[in-house]
């Protein structure tokens, strides 16, 4: 099963504003729904990102302006590492299950490498959705 820590890295969860505890306990129960049902080890790539993690990463690819809507920044996000597209496939495959769950995907063409997941539907509504 994903721990907790997981989703958090460095961060304490109890140092965070109740409503980012109480989205990231939502996501931890949510992501460990599907890690039951796939089957297989899950490896967190990025879960909660402070505002410093989060420009940080987009800084390292060379872009000064990182999307703020996050849902990475709220704890209603989690990228799972899929450096053989099994999980995306399995995703496809159990669109069923991510709806009764509760989770929506980024679309795969813009994820080569791993699966993000995230506990709210993005404008569009759609299931697997652009960023």
Not at 78 to 103: F, P
């Amino acid at each position: 099963m994903i721990k907790m820590q997981e989703l958090l890295k460095t961060t304490k969860l109890e140092t965070l504003p109740v409503d980012i505890q109480s989205n990231l306990n939502d996501l931890h129960k949510k992501i460990n729904s599907i890690r039951t049902l796939y089957g297989k080890p899950m490896i967190v790539s990025s879960g909660y990102r402070t505002i410093e993690q989060h420009k940080e990463i987009y800084r390292k690819y060379n872009k000064l302006n990182p999307p703020m809507g996050s849902r990475h920044l709220t704890g209603q996000a989690v990228d799972i590492a899929d450096s053989n597209q099994l999980l995306q496939k399995w995703c496809l495959l159990n669109v069923r299950e991510l709806e009764s769950i509760g989770l929506w995907c980024e679309a795969f063409s813009a994820t080569p490498n791993w699966v993000h997941f995230q506990t709210t539907p993005p404008a569009s509504g759609r299931r697997f959705f652009l960023p």
